[in-house]
């Protein structure tokens, strides 16, 4: 992988430092900090709860500020209230907004996209409903749905913009272990047909390991990347492919010298 230069890498993080202060003085949450992620690629970034890993994809999307630090994405700099890529996000919880139905909720982010004509927003909605399966509930409000529903409707939002790139934070890791696995399974296939380029927030190894092409492991807070793992295991992936097994022992060794150091 190495550090791409230009186009090859679509995001670039470059010595990238967050610390807040407080009354309590001050809290530097990682310092140095630097990946790139390649062009279509599927990256995992994967650690402990609290390393901030949530700070880190804030950056990255935009809504927050390194103090130290830059993001390149498609070779220039990320500016502070400047769109630059198109970029959707899903948060760890849905987010949705309550009083809006499914399709209003997804509309919403086209709303504040000046790129598509008011036109094409019904059938735009329709089109990334029907991606993430929620066909029929386009009327259906949030608190109808399941946690698994809402969490589809969150990545349809999402996609409605047609981002080229997608930051998801811990999207399914407040899911049963089937609804999740159902939901990798669509984010793979929608990723597979989009060509988007995925950077997924998680602290579940076999999680990281079933989804990405190379899962960045961090450490506690200050946080720091402690090394990269390529997992190379063809697609489709099944659960009970050994080399997931395989490449999640691997992981956890790298996890084991990590604690112990
Ligand atoms: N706005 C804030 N002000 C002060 N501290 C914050 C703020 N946001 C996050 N933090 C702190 O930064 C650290 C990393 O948080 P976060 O990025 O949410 O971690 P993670 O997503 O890995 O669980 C935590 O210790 C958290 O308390
Ligand atoms: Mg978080």
């Not at 094409?120 to 386009?138: M, N, P, T």
């Not at 490449?247 to 790298?254: E, G, K, P, T």
Request: net charge neutral; proline share 5%; aromatic share 8%.
């Amino acid at each position: 992988m190495g550090a791409g230069k230009g186009l090859e890498s679509k995001i670039e993080v470059r010595g990238l430092a967050k610390s807040y202060t407080g009354p309590g003085g001050s809290l530097v949450v990682f310092q140095d900090l630097g990946f790139t992620v390649k062009a279509g690629e599927f990256l995992c970034l994967l650690g402990p709860s609290g390393c901030g890993k949530s700070t880190c994809l804030n950056i990255l999307g935009n809504v927050d500020e390194p103090t130290e630090g830059e993001v390149l994405i498609n070779g220039r700099p990320l500016v502070r209230g400047v769109r630059s890529a198109r970029t959707g996000f899903v948060f760890q919880a849905p987010r949705l907004i309550p009083w809006k139905s499914v399709g209003r909720n997804v509309q919403f982010s086209l709303e504040s996209d000046a790129t598509l004509p008011r036109e094409a927003w019904a059938q735009q909605v329709q089109r990334v409903i029907e991606l993430v399966g929620l066909k029929g509930f386009e009327h259906a409000f949030p608190n109808q749905l399941s946690g698994g529903m809402q969490t589809r409707a969150a990545i349809a939002r999402a996609l409605a913009i047609e981002p080229e790139i997608l930051l998801m934070d811990e999207p399914f890791s407040n899911l049963d272990e089937i609804t999740a696995r159902r939901l990798r399974g669509e984010l793979l296939g929608i990723w597979e047909k989009t060509g988007l380029t995925v950077v997924f927030v998680t602290h579940d190894l076999f999680e990281a390991v079933y989804l990405a092409d190379r899962v960045v492991l961090l450490t506690s807070r200050p946080m720091r990347l402690y090394s990269e793992e390529i997992v190379d295991v063809p697609r489709p992936r099944s659960y009970s492919d050994d080399r997931l097994f395989e490449a999640q022992r691997r992981i956890l060794q790298s996890f084991e010298r990590l604690v112990e150091a």
